[in-house]
């Protein structure tokens, strides 16, 4: 109970207390992402970074084909959180993300 509250459990193993907490391992992978992208200064790249991402997830996904290893599915979960901040840059108007780099942002991940 106690590795729940420190919404970790999925890092180290340990069940989760409720069911919904499957996410949470995911939800703190990307806050641990944003945090990078902050201190880098990279957080006004949305587009860039959301494409550097998409990019690295075909890679792994084609050695998983070449590879007896699984393709690790997480990495679909991050996708859909940094199109989120995408998407809320683009729509805040205050971000470097134009109208196509969104819309392509959302068909990449049809």
Partial sequence: MLVNLTMLQGF???SNLIGVFWSLKFEMAFYALMTIFVFLGWNTWPSR???AWTTCIL???LASVLTP???PYGLFHVELMLLGWLLGEWHSGKGSVDSKTAFLGVLGNR
């Fill in 12 to 14: 180290v193993g340990v």
């Fill in 49 to 51: 970074i959301y494409a």
């Fill in 59 to 61: 890679v792994i996904a």
């Fill in 69 to 71: 290893r699984p393709f």
